[in-house]
């Protein structure tokens, strides 16, 4: 069974105090690695997807790096705009199409 | 470009009554799906469906009846609502051929009483 597990569930950092997510994960074969980040009362907006250890993407302040087990989420500098809930997916190579098994997410809370 | 549109936003239910959750892409996508969202839980699969006319069951199916009639549309029913699927729910879509990532809709906030 596919399982995704994030760490911190929530985070507090004073604006330009960097820091990173964790998202850990099992599963039979990694066919992508997916962020996504969701503000409150919205739907998920992507954010990356990495497909092989080793990749990183960045955007704006936010890094995603991948290892075989886990994927980090690096945030440099963040501003207050970056508070949001910050969820990561797999989708396995056997999972026939396109679903994806989420984390239950960090909550980011930035303060000015 | 709308991309993916859900409606309605907020539903409320009295238990055993039925109704249906729409949504709609326009992006000319393959693959669409439910997914349900619980406070500790995370997003959890409902149905997903890979194209017109084929459907299959995800994680949580049960309570749960979805069809796929046209390339656009793919919605949700609810046959007898419970106070156990009060939840957010968001509709995606996605390329159904590489690791193209999902778009999702903005949820519909349905609680049953």
């Known amino acids: 069974e596919d399982q995704v597990t994030q760490s911190p569930e929530a985070l507090r950092l004073q604006e330009g105090e960097s820091s990173s997510l964790n998202c850990s994960y099992t599963v039979s074969g990694l066919r992508g690695l997916f962020w996504y980040r969701q503000d409150p009362g919205k739907g998920p907006e992507f954010l990356f997807t990495l497909y092989s250890a080793g990749e990183e993407k960045e955007k704006e302040r936010l890094k995603a790096t991948l290892t075989k087990k886990e994927s980090f989420l690096h945030i440099t500098a963040p501003k207050p705009e970056d508070s949001a809930t910050y969820l990561c997916?797999?989708?396995?190579?056997?999972?026939?199409?396109?679903?994806?098994?989420f984390g239950k997410g960090t909550m980011l809370l930035v303060s000015p | 470009n709308a991309g993916v549109t859900q409606t309605p936003k907020f539903q409320v239910l009295k238990t055993g009554q039925s109704m249906t959750l729409q949504c709609a892409q326009d992006m000319n996508h393959e693959y669409m799906s439910w997914y349900r969202q619980d406070p500790g839980m995370g997003l959890r699969l409902i149905h997903y469906s890979v194209g017109a006319g084929i459907t299959d069951q995800g994680e949580v199916p049960n309570g749960y009846n979805v069809s796929r009639s046209t390339t656009e549309d793919f919605p949700l029913r609810l046959l007898s609502a419970a106070p156990s699927q009060t939840s957010v729910y968001f509709c995606?879509?996605?390329?159904?051929?590489?690791?193209?990532?999902?778009?999702f809709g903005q949820g519909t906030r349905l609680t049953v009483v």
């Open positions: 997916a797999v989708q396995a190579v056997n999972s026939g199409y396109s679903t994806l098994t």
């Open positions: 995606a879509s996605g390329q159904r051929v590489g690791n193209t990532e999902a778009f």
